[in-house]
């Protein structure tokens, strides 16, 4: 069988990694100067630093939240070359704690995955109180979430929903591929370039794949993006939990509204819905389930539902494309698709064909929007006031080693 054109079209191989030169900022845990260092030492890397700070000028604020404040910015050398500085603010706990979890994480891994629809870190540096800054891809279009939301403003077709989806599922492959699991995916993460391009954005709850023995979070994915093995408290998983968050978004773009949206918004809540809408979770469509430490359904069991219901509710994107849905939102992990299958589904092939970048929609909101977007920490909802989804991963900074990251 040959191989869908899909799987063949990522501008890299799938293990090519940037090649990233030592960053002379302060982020990664090394000791401060003291008595006993060579003061030389110290000096050469505030110079590096400012010396970094200076190829580029700060315009006006486009974002502003807790976690952080973003930059419009230009290359001092050429005003043309546009870049967002997302500066993270570091509070005095820092002296304590070390830089929290979200930064390094997003820094780490930022700097590792070079992919066209990955954003693009071009820097980092810090400044005299030790707030760290991100130099980022200028994305100016906004994001796809203020797209989704625009329905009278916006119209787009299915060929446009397989253009985003497949942009955005090339960037899941290479993350699994290179080993990294993003763990937030959802539509205010994926910001829209100046040519079209959605880029996945937001690091900050990535975490390399663990030994299969060594337990992992499940208080971790926006709520509404979370898949039912993280509601169970799954301590085992791999890359099935950001394809259910794929297939999230693949669902919102079609409908133009959340998928799994529960009132009141919580764990089991969210887990009713998932019932009503795919189907309860048993040990019949799901072997082992039930041995999951928090494994709870509300309610009478729903059966899996059928997929006239779900052609009933997603026809816009055809047989094919409610296929590849239902295999994404399929509530076993083990039976679901994995980053590769999904490339390697037919509708990538099947009629209509993807749109080009220059006929997609693209105003997703403009440059504030892409600020907003980055100034929010992992795991918050991007409505009602940018409220923090409950169980977020890491509440408290704390002082590491990129080794350590293995939550």
Aim: glycine content about 8%; hydrophobic content about 40%.
């Amino acid at each position: 069988m040959a191989t869908s054109p899909a799987l063949d079209v990522p501008a890299e191989p799938p293990f090519k990694r940037r090649k990233v030169s030592p960053e002379p900022s302060s982020y990664n845990n090394t000791p401060e100067a003291t008595n006993d260092s060579p003061p030389a030492v110290a000096d050469l890397a505030e110079q590096l630093d400012e010396q970094e700070r200076k190829k580029y000028v700060k315009g006006k604020k486009i974002g502003s939240g807790q976690y952080a404040d973003v930059f419009a910015a230009h290359l001092v050398t050429d005003p043309s070359k546009l870049v967002a500085i997302k500066k993270i603010k570091v509070g005095p706990e820092v002296k304590e704690f070390g830089i929290s979890y979200d930064s390094l994480r997003e820094i780490k891994f930022l700097q590792e995955l070079d992919h066209p629809n990955i954003i693009k870190l071009h820097s980092v540096f810090s400044t005299k109180n030790q707030n760290l800054n991100l130099v980022l891809e200028h994305l100016p279009q906004g994001d796809l979430l203020k797209l989704i939301q625009d329905t009278q403003g916006i119209t787009y077709t299915p060929a446009d929903i397989k253009s985003w989806m497949l942009m955005l599922c090339r960037a899941v492959y290479f993350c699994h591929a290179n080993s990294v699991l993003h763990r937030d995916i959802k539509p205010n993460n994926l910001l829209i370039a100046a040519n079209g391009e959605i880029k996945l954005a937001d690091f900050g709850l990535a975490r390399a794949m663990a030994d299969p023995f060594q337990p992992m979070t499940y208080n971790t994915i926006t709520i509404w993006y979370r898949p039912p093995e993280l509601f169970f408290q799954a301590q085992h998983y791999g890359g099935a939990v950001d394809v259910w968050s794929v297939g999230c978004v693949f669902a919102e773009l079609i409908a133009r509204e959340v998928m799994f949206r529960a009132w009141p918004e919580n764990e089991i809540n969210m887990v009713k819905i998932i019932c009503e809408k795919v189907g309860t979770p048993t040990e019949d469509n799901w072997p082992g389930v039930s041995k999951l430490r928090g494994y709870v359904t509300p309610g009478d069991t729903v059966l899996l539902r059928p997929r006239d219901e779900w052609l009933a509710n997603f026809r816009a994107i055809g047989d094919v494309g409610v296929d590849l849905l239902i295999k994404m939102l399929t509530l076993d992990p083990r039976q679901r698709l994995t980053a590769e299958g999904v490339l390697r589904h037919e509708f990538w092939t099947a009629d209509p064909r993807p749109s080009r970048l220059e006929d997609l929609p693209r105003k997703g909101g403009g440059p504030e929007v892409m600020g907003e977007s980055l100034k929010q920490r992992g795991g918050e909802l991007p409505r009602d006031g940018g409220a923090v989804a409950n169980g977020r991963a890491d509440r408290v900074a704390r002082k590491i080693d990129f080794g350590g990251m293995q939550k």
